[in-house]
């Protein structure tokens, strides 16, 4: 069994080209739910969505994120309560948007939580109805939010990277929940031949996820079989802010500093082959590297880029 720590878009692409070598049912994506919401009293998922929905081949394949063939109206139908809005309403707000059919995806998904179902019961309806053989489980049943410090002030994830359009430099981030909140399955955590870190987001698609108790000590006591792969690219993220907050909390925006991240927990880091004179830097970390091709919109790239993570284990000795 495969497990992959995923955020959103990067981890989905990544998640792609995984079940094209190995066995769908040997898969289990294990997503970042620290970036959830509630908007229009509906409970949103972004990463399980983005995920499933790009698994199944339902994602617009321009935006990266919502359904393909997507229309607008529900969104633009919200304009005209913004003259009568009193001032400090948070009603109706068009600064997210939700495509009409992607709101059926919320409207379900909120319907169970007032049921009374759990997150994981829900994504696994979720992936059976969009046809999916590939396990897909939110990181944790219980409540995380990852709140990003600003010099004005803290705000939602959500504020931060679709309102403010993750322009605004950050001071701190928190993972508000972690504290309490238990990891989905621990067995997951020892039982995997092979743990993938995506290429996501360092800071706030996998730090959500290894500040839940229990993550960090256990990817430690078998780092030799955990593999990440650098959302870092030439020393720019490939999508969102990741360089940018790298820099802003302390870190180096490049593949050195995503090791130095990784290291405690993972022992070999895969990087894009633009960064292959890095190579040396990055195992003065105490990290294996690898540089291929990681650039995952070229024909191909997920699936070998895959077949390569998935086979770090069994090569260890190997260069």
């Known amino acids: 069994m495969i497990m992959v720590l995923a955020g959103g878009v990067g981890a989905a692409r990544f998640l792609s080209g995984l079940i094209q070598v190995v066995n769908p049912a040997d898969v289990v994506a294990v997503v970042n739910t620290g970036d959830d919401t509630e908007l229009h009293g509906l409970s949103i998922s972004p ?52 495509g009409d059919t992607d709101l059926a995806t919320h409207f379900y998904r909120t319907a169970r939580v007032r049921e009374g179902a759990t997150l994981q019961q829900i994504t696994e309806e979720l992936r059976i109805a969009f046809g999916l053989s590939v396990a897909v489980v939110p990181m944790s049943n219980d409540s995380v939010r990852t709140i990003v410090h600003l010099a004005d002030g803290p705000v939602p994830f959500q504020e931060y990277f679709v309102r403010l359009q993750h322009n605004v430099p950050v001071t701190r981030v928190e993972f508000v929940g972690a504290e309490s909140a238990a990891f989905i399955d621990h067995s997951l955590l020892t039982d995997a031949d092979t743990i993938v870190i995506a290429p996501s987001n360092p800071i706030v698609s996998i730090a959500p996820i290894r500040a839940l108790a229990g993550v960090d000590s256990a990817l430690t006591a078998r780092r030799d079989s955990v593999v990440a792969i650098s959302p870092i690219v030439a020393g720019a993220a490939l999508k969102g802010p990741a360089d940018r907050m790298l820099v802003e909390l302390g870190h180096e925006p490049t593949v050195v500093g995503v090791a130095r991240i990784y290291a405690p927990i ?27 091709d990681t650039i995952m919109s070229k024909p191909g790239v997920a699936a070998s880029l895959a077949r390569i993570a998935i086979d770090v284990p069994s090569n260890k000795g190997d260069h």
């Open 47 to 98: 990463d399980i969505d983005t995920v499933i929905y790009t698994m199944s081949g339902s994602i617009d394949p321009e935006r990266g994120w919502g359904l393909r063939d997507e229309t607008w109206r529900a969104m633009g139908a919200l304009e005209r309560f913004e003259t009568v809005r009193p001032a400090g309403s948070a009603a109706a707000p068009r600064w997210f948007n939700l």
């Open 266 to 292: 993972c022992g070999t880091l895969i990087i894009d082959s633009q960064d292959e004179h890095l190579v040396a830097a990055v195992e003065r970390e105490g990290m294996r590297c690898i540089a291929t």
